[in-house]
């Protein structure tokens, strides 16, 4: 006879089965949401529009005319 919990039948099984799919899940989600929220910054260096950010700058007020011509000249020098 034996005694103990059982891999594949029963209430057990189903348990650690469902387990094991909730932390994959988990982490994939983890996962998704780390690469998903990474900084500006990173994403232009990940092939972003560097100029599209600019213009988005300068119309939220983040940074003056001067500076967005200036760095405007930057970028396409």
Do not use: C
């Not at 039948?9 to 799919?21: A, R, S, Y």
């Not at 990173?42 to 967005?68: C, H, M, N, P, T």
């Amino acid at each position: 006879m034996m005694y103990g919990y059982e891999m594949t039948g029963g209430f057990g099984g189903f348990f650690m089965i469902l387990w094991w799919v909730l932390i994959i899940v988990g982490i994939v989600l983890l996962v998704k949401w780390l690469a998903t929220s990474s900084s500006p910054a990173s994403r232009i260096a990940g092939g972003g529009d560097a100029l599209e950010l600019l213009k988005q700058r300068y119309a939220r007020g983040e940074i003056e005319k001067e500076e967005f011509e200036q760095k405007k000249r930057d970028l396409s020098a």
